[in-house]
RNA sequence: GCGGAUGUGGCGAAAUUGGCAGACGCGCUAGACUUAGGAUCUAGUGGGUGACCGUGGGGGUUCAAGUCCCUUCAUCCGCACCA
């Protein structure tokens, strides 16, 4: 057949019958199964988007058939850098070059034939859309989810610009390698960590990959612990964090973050300049060489002293650029004997090292950092680590001196991207009236077009005079607006909820259809959003729960990860290294469907791995010997019925079998396993073709049988032969086929025989046997009686149509 | 260092969850039909070839282990001075 032709003419019935248009009135029966949208880049579809989209429309495909109401919809994630990037380099609007990388896209998507139902299509640089994006924004704000704070950014002294930090590797800028330093500004932040607990208990009721969610769990951090006040001798207080409260009484010395504020009025005159030069050769360090594991321990004394509430002990303050003061309190205790950086550390400045905790039944030499039994810790003496944690937080808490806390590593997510191309922060403000959001009546904030976006270090947006300039909308005085842009990962933390109302002009979200088509029953992308915009579209949706808009807690019930198609070489496609691979000269030359196919059967959806085309060979036979058998049976007349017999029997076996284990495969993505089946049965159906005898109308329905299951998987191609076969209604709309168990059920299996555990022979044997007659049967096998070679049947153990294996 | 995986023929990969390892293919070998074939069809294809050995290595549990347990090695990915 003409491919070609036929991919053509399916895509525009498929469009004018609105097949993949969801229905809201079947939505009692929705399948909402939804693929990361796309980057709009300049290239068409590369190999990674067929992969994610092909199989996964197949699989939406054979949800459909089995009755599901399915809307899966596609759009494009289109703010971001690198349309600014290109635009810096080639001087084409950010817009312009994204609309047309987007019509390209469509285009190319709409050729692969998947099920998108572009009637909910949604674009985040249209202002229909990030209109809602700052309404989300504004919500936040309200709700004190959004606030604004003075922070470091990562900024390039090259280009000259703030960068994201997913544009920061190994501490470098991504284009012009310059080493990143942090630069502080003030910036917008979301509080997500107001949402720890929740995101990491929550965690374990999704079906996702467990890898995902454990480095969820990890970026989260949860790590629970005390608080323990040390008092100074000025009679300053601090606070220090710890997960060790059970080590206290080894307490050695302790440690403040070069920022910590106590450092500038603790520190004594003799310690002033070194204090200082340290403090400022920290502040020089960039944070991927500070935190930087293996680089050795650093520290100055301040010159003052901090007394132990637990024991009243004087010990030596320190700052070290390896206590971080973004996290717990910025203060730390040094206990050498159980904590190998301060072993380290306390080698390195001759501090005491005392032992007190031993270890049980093991080899507890210094560093010892186990749990154990607590010593040298007065009344304490004697308990285990885990009893003493609680007891000793216990007896602080009682004069105010400790308490028991729960610390995250989970920071607060930073919004604010001083670029051009994203949406603007919908707040303005007034000299008057201070920090003042938009009104939603405003929204949205529109993003000018003539804007000078070369980088020179400030956002882009700040230069628009036409944009800063506005009124208060409280006092109507004068008020200027934020000059930085949403950071792209808020655009796409609520998108799958914008889908079902995409053109709903008067809400982001109506929450009644929200709260019917959500959440999101299959959710198909990388996995290298593990912790970026999974773990934001969870906040989001939770704080909107928290706000009323809706009524689950999570967005994406079931997820899963499509493997990555490596270069024939078996490195990642890149550019650089000229190994990229196109779909295109597949599509052109071979069809959409045996593409489809080939990147279905050729890997383990979720494993990927290197390219290699040897195997569409492979698919084009299976698709012309598909394509012959339904020519022919198109032609063959019923002819006179024969019956059920043996061969009839053996066909309706492997029909049923197929059907079962296809549908099997299907649920779970197993799609290379699910083609494997459909030629076994194709194989099995041309074994039939072969005999003089057939029962032509039981064969044409088993052909039939099979077109129902390759439909989902090879969709044009399914349709013609569907079509070539008299029918006049899409495959589509026909019904899964159903396994029959009685087909499955033989009269007879051929069972491996087993004599002391190794395979000696093979026979058939009826199904209904009794151990006896069994027994009986094994008796009479020449190879099993010289194998037995005479000697006594301890044991016989019968599994049923496998293995039967007899212990002499 | 911590966390998550993976390791099976020449290659891509399967294995109903403890029951005949290598399904389905690619490649290869032989044959058929052909002027020809890089087309199509048929047969064979883990290794040795006697009955033995084979799922990274070593141990264990079991009538039975790719699958469960212990141990070890290698590779990949993510996080990493988080107190």
């Known amino acids: 057949m003409d491919i070609k032709k036929v991919e053509k003419k399916w895509q525009e ?64 994630d289109a703010f971001g850098l690198p349309a600014e990037n290109f635009a810096i380099k080639t001087g084409i609007h950010p817009k312009d070059s994204t609309e047309q990388n987007i019509a390209n896209m469509e285009q190319t998507l709409r050729e692969m034939g998947a099920m998108f139902d572009w009637s909910a299509e949604i674009k985040t640089c249209e202002e229909d859309y990030y209109k809602w994006t700052q309404w989300l924004f504004i919500k ?9 704070k003075e922070a470091p950014v990562n900024w390039c002294p090259s280009c000259n610009t703030v960068l994201a930090n997913e544009q920061v590797v190994n501490g470098e800028c991504e284009r012009c390698h310059s080493t990143v330093v942090k630069k502080n500004l003030t910036q917008w932040f979301f509080k997500i960590t107001d949402y720890a607990e929740e995101l990491l208990q929550k965690l374990d009721g999704l079906d996702w990959p467990e890898k995902t969610k454990a480095m969820q769990r990890n970026w989260i951090g949860k790590s629970m612990g005390g608080e323990i006040e040390f008092t100074c001798e000025s009679g300053d207080k601090f606070n220090v964090f710890t997960t060790r409260a059970d080590t206290l009484f080894g307490v050695s010395y302790v440690v403040l973050a070069p920022e910590h504020p106590l450092v500038k009025t603790l520190t004594s005159p003799e310690q002033k300049e070194a204090v200082e030069n340290y403090v400022f050769e920290t502040s020089k360090t960039n944070e991927i060489d500070r935190l930087s594991t293996n680089r050795e321990k650093t520290g100055v004394f301040i010159g003052h002293y901090a007394i132990n509430p637990i024991n009243g002990k004087k010990v030596p303050i320190y700052i070290a ?52 039994i607590l010593m040298n810790s007065m009344e304490f003496d004697g308990l285990t680590s885990e009893e003493a944690r609680k007891s000793i937080i216990n007896k602080l808490a009682m004069s105010g001196k400790g308490t028991h806390k729960t610390n995250y590593r989970l920071r607060d997510w930073l919004v604010s991207r001083q670029r051009y191309w994203g949406a603007p922060i919908p707040v303005v403000y007034c000299e008057h009236c ?47 607006r934020d000059p930085d842009t949403l950071d792209t990962f808020v655009c796409s933390s609520w998108y799958y909820l914008r889908y079902p109302n995409a053109n709903n002009p008067k809400e982001p979200f109506n929450p009644a259809i929200i709260n019917k088509m959500l959440p999101v029953d299959k959710y198909v992308g990388g996995p290298e959003h593990a912790c970026m915009h999974l773990l934001y579209s969870r906040f989001i949706t939770k704080a909107l729960r928290d706000m009323g808009y809706l009524d689950f807690d999570e967005p994406f019930k079931s997820l899963v990860h499509q493997g990555i198609i490596l270069g024939p070489d078996g490195f990642r496609m890149s550019k650089s290294r000229g190994n990229v691979v196109s779909p295109d000269q597949y599509v052109e030359q071979y069809g959409s469907d045996t593409l489809r196919l080939y990147l279905m059967f050729g890997f383990s959806y979720t494993e990927g791995g ?128 159903e396994c029959d168990e009685n087909a499955l059920i033989r009269d007879e299996n051929e069972l491996a025989i087993q004599v002391n555990s190794k395979i000696k022979t093979r026979i058939m044997l009826a199904n209904n046997l009794t151990e006896e007659q069994i027994k009986e049967i094994l008796l009479k096998d020449e190879k099993i009686v010289a194998a037995l070679g005479g000697k006594e049947i301890k044991k016989l153990i019968i599994i049923p149509k496998r293995i039967i294996n007899i212990i002499v």
């Open 13 to 76: 019935i498929w469009e004018k019958d609105k097949l993949n248009t969801f229905n809201q009135k079947n939505a009692d029966k929705k399948y909402y199964c939804l693929e990361m949208f796309s980057y709009p880049s300049a290239s068409k579809l590369h190999l990674g988007h067929w992969y994610n989209y092909a199989p996964t429309d197949s699989f939406a495909r054979y949800k459909k058939m089995k009755g599901f109401e399915v809307f899966q919809p596609m759009g494009f």
């Open 140 to 148: 936040l704000y309200e709700k004190g989810l959004a606030y604004r």
């Open 321 to 372: 650029d390896y206590v971080l003061f973004s996290y717990g309190t910025g203060a730390v205790m040094g206990v050498p004997s159980h904590d190998s950086r301060d072993f380290a550390f306390a080698t390195k400045y001759n501090l005491p090292i005392t032992r007190v905790i031993k270890g049980v039944d093991c080899d507890d030499e210094l560093p010892f950092e186990e749990d154990g």
């Open 434 to 480: 201070g920090t003042v959001p938009v009104p939603v009546s405003d929204l949205p904030v529109k993003l000018p077009y003539d804007v000078e976006f070369k980088p020179d270090g400030k956002s882009p947006l700040a230069k628009h005079e036409g944009f800063m300039n506005t009124t208060c909308p409280i006092c109507g005085g004068k008020a200027t």
């Open 610 to 737: 290197p390219w290699n085309d040897d195997g569409i060979k492979a698919i084009l036979k299976f698709m012309d010997r598909i394509e012959k058998l339904g020519v022919k049976l198109a032609d063959t007349k019923n002819g006179k019925n024969i019956d059920i017999g043996s061969e009839e029997k053996e066909l309706l076996y492997a029909q049923n079998y197929a059907v079962k284990a296809v549908s099997r495969d299907m649920e779970t993505f197993s799609f290379n396993t699910a083609v494997a089946r459909l030629m076994e049965y194709i194989n099995a159906l041309y074994k039939y073709d072969s005999l003089e005898n057939k029962n032509v109308k039981l064969f044409k329905e088993s052909y039939k049988t099979f077109m129902l299951l390759l439909a989902p998987l090879a969709p044009h191609f399914s349709e013609e032969i569907w079509e070539i076969l008299g029918n006049k209604k899409s495959i589509f709309l026909s019904d899964y086929p």
